[in-house]
């Protein structure tokens, strides 16, 4: 980061290995479209508008459940049949998103039924056309895109795609495949976050899915959402991770290619985090920690919430040390830069972003926490009071302030906030506060966890996850350890007593397997 804003304020002279680089790769580009034009080429070029596509495979007959899928995006605008685009993934009913120039594509579900690893013409399962561009989608992120598979067909223009290594971790119960990692991930490492700057698109098809947690879903955690700044990946917040309670909540990361467009990031984390379309909450609370241009994106985002009724509730937003006043840094980097990135010239002071980005106060019951930094390591300190990198000012913008509950100020830098114990002690009491949707007698049995015991394929995927990490809890409602404290729960307790048919598929599981465990709960 510094290395970044150093090349900003001195632009005339030698700066970052890294800006250097892909400066010459944005050069490459350029030389390339001229002489050899392709849709694959365009999404490369920083210059250019791409578009956020989502949307999710509808499999109305289960018949592609159990299969590795694929969705491509294909264009014939320069190139006849041009592959522009490939998410991979498992199981339909999945969400995807794919980055696209402007055009017209055709996009093509395939899924992979001989089980060979290749996605050929014989297995198209899906099949959508659409068009992008700036006055169909204003906003750059066209979502709902689902695509109804059906019987595979055979497409005899397209070409075989080998499924990448990267592309077969184990499958998720909840989450798209490869959404589980441990930080000490090499998807986290500088070298993928720096893509993220200066080639979006290349991040992109390295981290796809934007979403990342450390492990499957469990529903009784409150999820903590953390949101790196510009260069930045949910590394940054290791210090922060291990000090949360993880009986309690359940750290879910925005990686996203730091480089782009703050307005379309914005949009793309409404729709996957807040809107409840992607990730649905119900009732449950959601908490926001938000480290420098991440706060940003996420202010932005908050724009849009809170509109529809099905939106995710969120409960609290911590910025940390977050330009809210931009960065007069952007603005000269935008006017010497040998490339200019879209965050550059929205986080210009007096860029339409910034100017914006206040237009809808948050609401008297939502709780924002501002925290700023205020110690500038620097031994030549030459301008206003920063933290070596955001100037005080901006951190602490009058409105953003105007809008918060509380302000709260510690003497670290910019990256060393995320490390510092009074900091991060700060944080927790904070998110302690958040009240979960289960009362606390209930929590105890949730974090008690299920039953070890063997389930054969009698009982689904569901049925399993309930009784092997939520057993004993519906054990306690069961035998009456727990009184059932919303309707659902007191029609399951009607079931298991007999007094009600069994409707649903974890009513009926949850019968079975009294039946077949006469004993385990005693």
């Given amino acids: 980061m510094k290395s970044l804003l150093f090349c900003l304020l001195i632009p005339f002279i030698s700066c970052s290995c890294s800006y250097l680089k892909y400066?010459?790769?944005?050069?490459?580009?350029?030389?390339?479209?001229?002489?050899?034009?392709?849709?694959?080429?365009?999404?490369?070029?920083?210059?250019?508008?791409?578009?956020?596509?989502?949307?999710?495979?509808?499999?109305?007959?289960?018949?592609?459940?159990?299969?590795?899928?694929?969705?491509?995006?294909?264009?014939?605008?320069?190139?006849?049949?041009?592959?522009?685009?490939?998410?991979?993934?498992?199981?339909?009913g999945t969400h995807y998103g794919l980055n696209l120039p402007e055009g017209v594509f055709t996009l093509l579900v395939f899924a992979d039924t001989n089980d060979n690893k290749v996605f050929d013409q014989t297995e198209v399962v899906g099949e959508r056309t659409i068009e992008v561009n700036e006055e169909i989608v204003p906003g750059k992120v066209l979502g709902h895109v689902d695509i109804t598979l059906a019987t595979a067909k055979r497409v005899d223009w397209v070409g075989d795609i080998p499924m990448p290594k990267v592309a077969q971790p184990k499958k998720s119960?909840?989450?798209?495949?490869?959404?589980?990692?441990?930080?000490?991930?090499?998807?986290?490492?500088?070298?993928?976050?720096?893509?993220?700057?200066?080639?979006?698109?290349?991040?992109?098809?390295?981290?796809?899915?934007?979403?990342?947690?450390?492990?499957?879903?469990?529903?009784?955690?409150?999820?903590?959402?953390?949101?790196?700044?510009?260069?930045?990946?949910?590394?940054?917040?290791?210090?922060?991770?291990?000090?949360?309670?993880?009986?309690?909540?359940?750290?879910?990361?925005?990686?996203?290619?730091?480089?782009?467009?703050?307005?379309?990031?914005?949009?793309?984390?409404?729709?996957?985090?807040?809107?409840?379309?992607?990730?649905?909450?119900?009732?449950?609370?959601?908490i926001i920690v938000?480290?420098?241009?991440?706060?940003?994106?996420?202010?932005?985002?908050?724009?849009?919430?809170?509109?529809?009724?099905?939106?995710?509730?969120?409960?609290?937003?911590?910025?940390?040390?977050?330009?809210?006043?931009?960065?007069?840094?952007?603005?000269?980097?935008?006017?010497?830069?040998?490339?200019?990135?879209?965050?550059?010239?929205?986080?210009?002071?007096?860029?339409?972003?910034?100017?914006?980005?206040?237009?809808?106060?948050?609401?008297?019951?939502?709780?924002?926490?501002l925290i700023y930094a205020y110690q500038n390591p620097d031994i030549l300190k030459i301008r206003e009071n920063s933290d070596g990198v955001v100037p005080l000012s901006s951190q602490l913008h009058p409105i953003a302030q105007q809008q918060s509950k509380g302000q709260f100020g510690f003497d670290s830098s910019h990256t060393s906030i995320l490390e510092d114990e009074e900091m991060i002690a700060y944080l927790l009491n904070r998110i302690t506060e958040v009240r979960n949707i289960f009362p606390e007698e209930h929590l105890q049995y949730l974090i008690d966890g299920g039953y070890d015991v063997y389930?054969?394929?009698?009982?689904?995927p569901d049925v399993q996850y309930i009784i092997h990490n939520y057993g004993k809890y519906f054990m306690a409602v069961t035998d009456g350890s727990l009184k059932p404290f919303y309707p659902e729960q007191e029609y399951f307790l009607k079931v298991t007593k007999g007094e009600a048919p069994a409707i649903t598929e974890i009513d009926k599981g949850w019968l079975k397997f009294l039946r077949d465990y006469p004993d385990v709960g005693q």
């Avoid at 441990?182 to 993220?196: I, Q, R």
């Fill in 290 to 369: 938000a480290h420098s241009m991440g706060g940003l994106i996420v202010r932005e985002a908050l724009n849009k919430h809170g509109d529809r009724s099905g939106d995710n509730k969120v409960m609290l937003f911590v910025s940390i040390a977050t330009p809210f006043g931009g960065h007069p840094a952007a603005a000269s980097g935008e006017k010497h830069g040998l490339i200019v990135l879209p965050a550059w010239r929205d986080v210009n002071p007096s860029s339409p972003f910034i100017r914006d980005l206040y237009r809808k106060p948050l609401p008297d019951s939502f709780n924002h926490q």
């Fill in 455 to 460: 389930l054969s394929d009698d009982y689904s």
């Fill in 173 to 286: 119960q909840f989450y798209p495949v490869g959404t589980i990692r441990s930080l000490d991930d090499p998807l986290f490492d500088d070298n993928v976050a720096t893509l993220g700057m200066y080639d979006p698109a290349s991040f992109g098809e390295k981290a796809p899915t934007m979403f990342y947690a450390l492990e499957e879903d469990m529903a009784h955690k409150i999820p903590v959402l953390f949101v790196h700044g510009i260069g930045g990946s949910p590394r940054a917040f290791l210090p922060i991770v291990d000090r949360l309670d993880p009986d309690r909540y359940k750290p879910w990361f925005f990686y996203y290619p730091s480089g782009g467009d703050l307005e379309q990031l914005a949009d793309l984390f409404y729709r996957i985090f807040l809107s409840g379309k992607v990730a649905n909450l119900g009732e449950m609370p959601i």
């Fill in 23 to 92: 400066a010459s790769i944005q050069a490459e580009y350029s030389r390339i479209q001229r002489a050899k034009p392709g849709q694959v080429n365009v999404k490369h070029m920083i210059d250019q508008d791409t578009f956020f596509v989502l949307g999710k495979t509808i499999d109305e007959s289960s018949l592609y459940s159990d299969y590795y899928l694929a969705v491509a995006a294909y264009s014939s605008k320069f190139k006849e049949n041009e592959r522009v685009d490939t998410m991979y993934f498992a199981g339909a």
